[in-house]
């Protein structure tokens, strides 16, 4: 495209296409010219969906995945098992873990991680609501599944401190070698980790 | 300018797009570098070894930007060392986060410190050993001042320049520089009191929660600039 600017409302759609991630000037036209011509029904149900995303999604009250409703589908599931909780940084991460079916606990989502160069301090995840839950009972076992990074090590770090005294069980997911990778191209921290956490065969 | 190379340490990870990021370092040859890695996050992350997290040591290359790009490009990170130990409890890496947040705010963009490099380096390898952290923290504190070039005299009283007498009440200015004798000490209102015995040690054998908070203070006054850490660090030191 030239910089000739189109007319009013398709230059805006445009101008909105192209602030998505991944979308650049190339993109956001031929999406706006494939909705210019779509069935009026077929461009809208695009919108609609925006606005119900907007609308209608919010934190679930107990574990903060998204929810359409008081509590998130997980949350409401009466098959899954309420005792073990799957602790998490993000909604994205518990979409990873659910993934792999084979979890049959339920999660909690911290909305972020311990990051104290970038101002983030524990006071701003949900880890107090972490804590009421465990205080309130019927909770035995604690998963930390926080990324292995120095910062997700912190805020798992952080989480089982506050949690000490509740007697509650702590875990961490299991780290070293990815499967798939071969030893010799490992490096040390990643080959430590995996001596430590080796299991029986 | 062709390829450089260094021995560095993460000092910080932002996120600048959906793949890649800038990669805040400090390089024993070339003291604070800010490089951005394409392609450092997600899946590619392989292309620069495993990791490349905060507060690893390795070998780093990168190409200084040409023409209209403001940044210098990562091009390999080579992990010599995670220092995996520090981990694995909060003291340890709150005190590794605050010593790269020191080097971070206190020096600047290609101006070396390679005493201060090797004593970051020391600071983290202790960290990750069994070793006492504790001590560890306020003899960083005053490599790094003694590197920035705001070292306190602790010595002698830094207005009349006589021995502060050991055993009697000891202040410390930090816009005047170091202690304060008794004489000296009404004439400024910008001092602390320096806990009793607290002279008679050297930073690395001392208290370690009293020489954290002196010369924490020290630099606050001095160098400035707010470092996030500090508060968590006292209070893991009063608590640990
Ligand atoms: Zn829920
Ligand atoms: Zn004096």
């Not at chain 1, 706006?32 to 934190?59: G, N, Q, S, V, Y």
């Not at chain 1, 994205?92 to 079916?101: P, V, W, Y």
């Not at chain 2, 800038?22 to 992350?45: C, E």
């Not at chain 2, 410190?113 to 960083?140: C, K, R, T």
Request: aromatic letters at 4%; charged letters at 25%.
């Amino acid at each position: 495209m030239s910089d000739a600017k189109l007319t009013g409302p398709l230059q805006r759609l445009m101008d909105e296409l192209k602030k998505l991630p991944g979308i650049g000037a190339r993109s956001a036209e031929r999406v706006a010219f494939h909705l210019l011509k779509a069935e009026r029904d077929e461009a809208l149900a695009l919108a609609k969906a925006i606005m119900a995303t907007k609308d209608e999604i919010r934190p679930c009250s107990r574990c903060y995945n998204l929810a359409d409703a008081e509590l998130c589908t997980i949350c409401a599931d009466p098959r899954r098992d309420q005792s073990q909780v799957i602790v998490v940084e993000q909604p994205k991460d518990l979409l990873g873990l659910e993934a792999t079916g084979v979890i049959t606990g339920v999660y909690h989502v911290l909305m972020g991680h311990i990051a104290p160069l970038e101002g983030v301090g524990p006071a701003d995840l949900t880890i107090d609501a972490l804590a009421r839950r465990v205080k309130a009972g019927g909770i035995t076992e604690i998963v930390l599944a926080t990324n292995p990074t120095l910062e997700g090590d912190a805020t798992a770090l952080h989480i089982t401190s506050i949690l000490a005294d509740t007697g509650v069980n702590i875990t961490r997911l299991a780290r070293g070698i990815a499967p798939g990778s071969h030893i010799e191209f490992a490096n040390r921290a990643m080959l430590q980790e995996a001596f430590r956490g080796r299991h029986q065969a | 300018m062709p390829a450089q190379n260094d021995d560095a340490v993460v000092l910080g990870l932002t996120e600048f797009s959906e793949t890649s990021q800038i990669v805040s370092l400090f390089g024993a040859r070339h003291g604070r570098l800010r490089l951005i890695a394409k392609g450092a996050r997600r899946s590619t992350r392989q292309r620069f070894s495993p990791g490349l997290d905060l507060l690893e040591r390795g070998e780093v290359g990168f190409l200084p930007a040409r023409g209209d790009a403001q940044l210098d490009t990562l091009t390999e990170w080579v992990q010599r060392d995670a220092f995996a130990g520090l981990r694995r409890d909060l003291l340890r890496l709150t005190a590794g986060l605050y010593a790269v947040e020191l080097v971070a705010a206190l020096t600047e963009e290609a101006d070396p410190h390679p005493a201060l490099f090797a004593a970051l380096v020391h600071l983290l390898g202790h960290l990750a050993s069994d070793a006492p952290a504790a001590p560890q923290i306020p003899w960083f504190q005053s490599e790094l001042l003694r590197a920035i070039g705001y070292a306190p005299n602790l010595d002698e009283c830094v207005v009349c320049h006589r021995p502060v007498p050991r055993g009697s009440p000891a202040y410390f200015s930090a816009g005047a520089g170091g202690l304060l004798c008794r004489d000296c000490e009404p004439l400024h209102v910008e001092k602390r009191r320096i806990p009793a015995g607290l002279l008679e040690t050297v930073p690395a054998t001392g208290d370690p929660r009293a020489w954290f908070e002196l010369l924490d203070y020290h630099r606050t006054h001095t160098a400035g600039r707010r470092v996030q850490t500090a508060a968590q660090l006292a209070a893991l030191l009063a608590h640990p």
